[in-house]
């Protein structure tokens, strides 16, 4: 069993910088990438970035590129996503995840079903 919680979320203006964290526990999780997803009001959770444990691989959806970083710490077992540039359209609840099948790269945008454990999300508000 693997247990997330994510921290960090905010009321910040467009153009801040907010880091968010996730923290797991639980079982090993050294070959099992990590995710961010988020969900905005009345829409459906998209995928934000995702991290392998092992050699730092990230991938990013076409809309954070740039301006979000994804890193881990694996000696705290903790995920961070730093969101530099904020906009408005940013505001969402933001998820962590933990993907199913071990690999070492990531590279393509991960599918909600292909992560089996979530945190309980952190909203994360920015104000025009």
């Known amino acids: 069993q693997v247990q997330l919680v994510e921290s960090g979320g905010g009321l910040v203006q467009a153009g801040g910088s907010l880091r968010l964290s996730c923290a797991a526990s639980?079982?090993?999780?050294?070959?099992?990438?990590m995710a961010w997803f988020r969900q905005a009001p009345g829409k459906e959770r998209e995928f934000v970035a995702a991290?392998?444990?092992?050699?730092?691989?990230?991938y990013y959806a076409d809309s954070v590129k740039g301006r979000f970083t994804i890193s881990s710490d694996n000696a705290k077992n903790t995920v961070y996503l730093q969101m530099n540039t904020l906009k408005p359209e940013d505001t969402a609840v933001y998820y962590c995840?933990?993907?199913?099948?071990?690999?070492?790269?990531?590279?393509?945008?991960?599918?909600?079903?292909?992560?089996?454990?979530w945190g309980q999300g952190t909203q994360v508000t920015v104000s025009s």
């Open positions: 991290i392998s444990w092992t050699g730092g691989s990230t």
């Open positions: 639980g079982r090993s999780l050294s070959t099992y990438p």
């Open positions: 995840a933990v993907a199913q099948t071990p690999r070492t790269v990531v590279a393509r945008p991960f599918r909600e079903y292909e992560c089996n454990y």
